[in-house]
């Protein structure tokens, strides 16, 4: 009878980490998305590698993938060195990739990485639910899924693609879709080579972050 009422103690225990840990993602989403809106966002320019960042981000998400018994394939070899902020670019391959692992079960989901001139191409893609014309239009938008079953039988808050959008923009570059409803999605990833270059609103450059920025948000619990 002790080592049950211990284990429930464990079990009790994982699931309140567990809750928590869901609700700090929430509530640092939507920090991201008031700096943003706020024009207050600061972007990094630092040199990083992309193809070690790409693999980084598939170690991470890997365990999403794989448990809905998905296939995950990864093609992100020989990219150049890139000048930006490896967090941000980062969080938003962590928002793609883990939204592909939400919608496909015993699929495929492929990521790729290229660079073309001065712009990373990251791609997406998997066999799952896909969308139809009408749910794409509004993806994009804060707290929007594809529609309100999406929201009852998958959960989420709706603001992982919108954020991954506006950092994109920041960051010199776009998030796109293309999907058919029942055969999957594909989603583009382009950040600027090196962000540095962006002109700012006021047409000046941006200017680099101080070494030991970081981005503001709460702190993951242990």
Do not use: W
Request: net charge neutral.
């Amino acid at each position: 009878m002790k080592d049950e009422g211990l284990s429930q103690q464990y079990n009790d225990a994982a699931k309140i980490r567990s809750a928590g840990r869901h609700l700090l993602g929430i509530i640092n989403q939507v920090l991201d998305l008031s700096k943003i809106e706020a024009g207050s966002m600061a972007i990094e320019h630092i040199s990083y590698c992309p193809s070690s960042l790409v693999r980084e981000v598939v170690d991470t998400t890997r365990h999403l993938v794989e448990s809905g018994g998905n296939t995950l394939a990864i093609a992100a070899q020989g990219l150049p060195e890139a000048v930006g902020d490896p967090t941000r670019v980062r969080q938003c391959l962590f928002n793609l990739i883990s939204n592909a692992a939400k919608f496909t079960k015993n699929g495929i989901i492929s990521v790729e990485a290229l660079a073309f001139h001065e712009t990373l191409i990251f791609t997406i893609k998997d066999t799952g639910i896909g969308m139809t014309d009408a749910q794409m239009r509004r993806i994009f938008e804060p707290f929007a899924q594809a529609d309100d079953s999406t929201t009852r039988k998958f959960g989420g808050t709706g603001l992982g693609l919108a954020i991954t959008r506006k950092l994109s923009r920041i960051m010199g570059g776009d998030t796109i879709v293309s999907s058919r409803a029942g055969i999957g999605s594909t989603f583009t990833l382009t950040i600027a080579l090196n962000t540095s270059t962006i002109a700012r609103d006021d047409g000046r450059t941006a200017v680099d972050s101080a070494p030991n920025s970081k981005p503001d948000q709460i702190e993951k619990a242990a």
